[in-house]
């Protein structure tokens, strides 16, 4: 199981960015899917999930700005960020919660991060 990011770069506070995932390999199904982050000298911090049934969840540092959607059919994971702030620069990773063909037991599994930088 493999996963791709991508999307991350360098904006002026206020502006947008869209983050993807994609998530490959022997993949039997998929239970979760999400957004972390972490800022330099910083612990690593949820920024939002999606269960499989559609549920989100955030970081109340994100709420109203950020969106996080997904396309079961192509195993994507995406994240919308609006209104962007210098705080919220950051290594982003996603991590999606799967269940391999050749294991019956659900892991979790992290995406190398992209950075996104946000300039004041």
């Known amino acids: 199981v493999q996963l791709q990011a991508s999307g991350g770069g360098l904006v002026q506070a206020g502006g947008s960015l869209r983050l993807s995932c994609e998530a490959s390999?022997?993949?039997?199904?998929?239970?979760?899917m999400g957004w972390y982050r972490q800022a330099p000298g910083k612990q690593r911090e949820l920024v939002a999930v999606i269960s499989s049934g559609g549920s989100r969840n955030y970081a109340d540092s994100v709420k109203g700005r950020f969106t996080i959607s997904s396309d079961n059919a192509k195993n994507m994971v995406y994240l919308q960020m609006n209104s962007l702030k210098p705080e919220d620069t950051a290594v982003y990773y996603c991590n999606v919660v799967i269940v391999s063909i050749t294991n019956p037991f659900a892991f979790h599994y992290w995406g190398k991060g992209t950075l996104v930088t946000v300039s004041s």
């Open positions: 390999g022997s993949i039997r199904s998929i239970n979760g």
